[in-house]
């Protein structure tokens, strides 16, 4: 079975302060993908990184940047000097195979971060 | 980038009432999920195809909910008779893998259902 954890239902922060969503995943699988999602006020998920199990280099774009460690199953986001624009909700998810070879994505409850100008 | 198109957009029903709901995934992903989502709750999968076929319809209230994806390209999510406790956002997701679960799923806007 799988599951994604994200404790914090919501986060306030001022503009230009950095935040960090954490996210913790349990999985059987040995081979798996992790994925965050933003979703605006307007509802629309958008895809923002995908990581597979393989591959614990963290990575960095823009004012995103992510953290994987396998050792305690976290992949975590930060975003650097928020802005009123990164206000959303931000969903990790999981996926990983099942047998016939189907995909299979689970997501975790979601964090609301609120950036105030 | 083409995108994931669900219709309608909002949709209010009463209780009893059959309500139904489409998705056009975005052309040539093989695999079509619908999720519901409670608010301030993430999305749950109700039921995903591959093509035409359903792979997955664990949680799908089969006493009332039925899908169908009749050519493996856009489908219908229908709830027969609705509830109070349906209300909820239905979202449509396609991604292009079949065998491979890397693909990101790309989402449509949603409907918003609201049963009085």
């Known amino acids: 079975a799988q599951k994604v954890t994200q404790a914090q239902t919501e986060i306030s922060v001022v503009e230009k302060e950095d935040v960090t969503l954490d996210c913790v995943y349990e999985t059987r699988d040995t081979t798996y993908y992790l994925f965050w999602y933003k979703q605006p006020p307007s509802g629309e998920l958008v895809f923002l990184i995908r990581?597979?199990?393989?591959?614990?280099q963290n990575e960095i774009s823009g004012r995103y940047s992510w953290n994987f460690q396998k050792s305690t199953s976290s992949f975590n986001f930060t975003i650097t000097a928020s802005q009123v624009v990164d206000s959303a909700v931000y969903f990790c998810?999981?996926?990983?195979?099942?047998?016939?070879?189907?995909?299979?994505?689970?997501f975790g409850t979601g964090t609301k971060l609120q950036v105030i100008p | 980038e083409a995108e994931v198109a669900q219709s309608p957009r909002y949709k209010i029903t009463e209780k009893s009432q059959a309500v139904a709901f489409w998705c056009d995934p975005i052309s040539g992903h093989a695999t079509l999920y619908w999720y519901r989502q409670i608010l301030g709750q993430g999305p749950e999968l109700l039921v995903q195809f591959q093509d035409e076929s359903v792979v997955d319809d664990s949680q799908l209230p089969k006493d009332r909910f039925s899908a169908e994806r009749l050519k493996g390209v856009d489908s219908t999510l229908k709830i027969q008779p609705a509830e109070l406790g349906d209300s909820a956002m239905y979202l449509c997701?396609?991604?292009?893998?079949?065998?491979?679960?890397?693909?990101?799923?790309?989402f449509g806007n949603g409907t918003r259902l609201t049963v009085t």
């Open positions: 990581r597979n199990s393989f591959d614990e």
């Open positions: 997701a396609s991604s292009l893998g079949r065998a491979s679960y890397n693909s990101p799923l790309h």
């Open positions: 998810a999981l996926s990983g195979g099942v047998s016939g070879g189907y995909q299979k994505v689970t």
